[in-house]
């Protein structure tokens, strides 16, 4: 009898995660629209975040940001070359630091490893390569796409 309730209880436990590890990136769309939250990305590959956001990023590679309002506190630590692209960009060849971001609308997307992205506010993230995130109590695996 204990053994067939052990079974019955592992066979409970596996059913449960197989549902919650593999949950699609549009369950994390807030049904309202808007939502604020924090949001954690790491991993390798292109990290994107977009909107009304406050991002802390740690990584190697080129870092690219867009200040669409012209509003945005961009303060950037570490190693790299520093180019005014215009029209509100800056990209950071050979980054390897981090990054304190805070704008109304803005965009930031970084391509290399080592990627550690921690964003509060609106907006949206897109991911591309290998590795995790998590917003709130859902976790995934890169790729991915949502909002936070």
């Known amino acids: ?3 067939k309730m052990f079974v019955v209880s592992i066979i409970l436990v596996l059913a449960f995660l197989a549902t919650t590890a593999f949950t699609p990136a549009a369950f994390l769309q807030p049904v309202a629209g808007k939502e604020t939250s924090a949001f954690i ?3 390798d590959g292109v990290a994107d975040v977009r ?8 990584g190697s590679g080129v ?3 867009h200040d669409e309002a012209g509003d945005a506190s961009i303060i950037v630590t ?3 070359k520093k180019i005014d692209l215009g029209n ?10 981090e990054a304190a971001i805070k704008g109304s609308k803005v965009t930031v997307s970084l ?14 993230f897109i991911l591309r390569g290998r590795g995790s995130y998590h917003k709130s109590r859902f976790f995934g695996s890169w790729p991915a796409t949502g909002k936070f």
């Open 1 to 3: 009898m204990k053994t």
């Open 41 to 43: 990305a790491t991993g």
């Open 51 to 58: 909107g009304n956001l406050q991002l802390r990023a740690r």
């Open 63 to 65: 870092l690219w940001v």
């Open 78 to 80: 570490g190693k790299g």
């Open 88 to 97: 509100g960009w800056t990209e950071f060849i050979g980054y390897n630091g």
């Open 111 to 124: 391509n290399g490893v080592n990627i550690r992205f921690e964003v509060s506010g609106t907006g949206g």
